[in-house]
């Protein structure tokens, strides 16, 4: 049951920071092209979209490592001690600087707006600001305290952060976080340019750049997978393969509904949508993490348990010598 929890858990932790990555990207984007062209309306609403998402991601974050510390405290312990107490302090800094421009950017603007004040372009400096460090400091963290909680061999000695981002398996782990982040923030851009109350034409300007921005990112997710699935522990890719039963069923359950995603996808970047067209895509996204977070679980689970069972006998070889 705790297992369960633990995926369901995690999935909605990794969409809520998905949302909250890359969104300020497009909102800063928005902004630009508004500033010099006339005000877009779709800049504010997704911004303090951005900025609910890191709160949720964070509490959702939180749960999510009390459940696994129930599982492998003893694994993640030693992951965590690799790198310096300040790391994890200067990360709770930066959530708080992202989500300070984030909410920041919104209030400033919707009340030069309501004032009917000139906005500067430059405002677009926050939400960029608030995505880059997010992505920068977040994605590449949790990767290393997941593969290295792994590696035993690791394990008692200083980890440098910006040396381990050099890792092929952690810059695969980011890079394919980074391309799901576009994706989510695609359809977050269609979303509101169908929920937001502004013509026609406009709506369908931002469906359209929305799709195709997480059509592009998806079909290049396809790409860093496979790239990923030939630098993951060796162990992990044998799990996935057919090596368990559980992680087999959930990446191939991963790849067919990563299928379904690209035909919905399609459907959004070539033609009009509607809001349950979109809701059908989000729906089929979050299968394809749901599963794709369950056969890494498994897969992470089945390492685990095989440290822990080789510990065990040299323990037991140790006190019989």
């Not at 929890?5 to 920071?17: E, I, K």
């Not at 092209?33 to 609403?45: F, S």
């Not at 209030?107 to 926050?126: E, F």
């Not at 109350?197 to 750049?209: M, S, Y």
Request: aromatic letters at 8%; a neutral charge; charged letters at 15%.
């Amino acid at each position: 049951m705790l297992e369960l929890l633990s995926v369901l858990v995690l999935t909605a932790h990794l969409l809520a920071m998905n949302l909250a990555t890359a969104t300020p990207l497009i909102v800063a984007g928005l902004h630009w092209w508004g500033a010099t062209r006339g005000r877009d309306p779709l800049a504010v609403p997704l911004a303090r979209l951005s900025a609910q998402a890191i709160v949720v991601g964070v509490l959702l974050g939180v749960v999510q490592l009390a459940l696994a510390w129930h599982d492998h405290a003893l694994l993640l312990q030693q992951a965590f001690e690799l790198l310096p107490v300040r790391r994890y302090w200067f990360g709770a800094t930066e959530l708080i600087f992202s989500w300070a421009c984030l909410v920041g950017y919104a209030r400033a603007v919707a009340t030069r707006q309501a004032a009917d004040k000139t906005v500067s372009a430059w405002w677009a400096l926050l939400p960029f600001a608030a995505a880059t460090n997010l992505a920068y400091h977040f994605p590449p963290l949790f990767a290393m305290l997941g593969v290295y909680g792994t590696r035993p061999e690791s394990w008692g000695k200083p980890l440098s952060f910006v040396a381990a981002l050099g890792d092929p398996e952690i810059g695969g782990l980011w890079l394919h976080f980074l391309l799901a982040s576009a994706t989510v923030a695609g359809l977050a851009l269609a979303w509101c340019a169908l929920r937001t109350k502004q013509p026609d034409h406009n709506a369908q300007r931002g469906t359209l750049a929305g799709g195709r921005i997480a059509l592009g990112a998806t079909v290049l997710q396809l790409v860093s997978g496979l790239h990923l699935l030939s630098v993951v522990d060796e162990r992990a890719r044998d799990s996935l393969l057919g090596g368990d039963l559980f992680g087999t069923l959930g990446f191939a359950a991963a790849l067919v509904a990563t299928v379904m995603l690209l035909h919905r996808l399609a459907s959004i970047a070539l033609a009009e949508t509607t809001l349950a067209e979109l809701r059908g895509t989000a729906l089929t996204l979050m299968l394809v993490v749901l599963c794709m977070v369950g056969s890494l679980q498994a897969s992470r689970r089945l390492i685990h348990n095989q440290i822990l069972n080789e510990e065990k006998r040299e323990t037991t070889s140790e006190l019989s010598l």
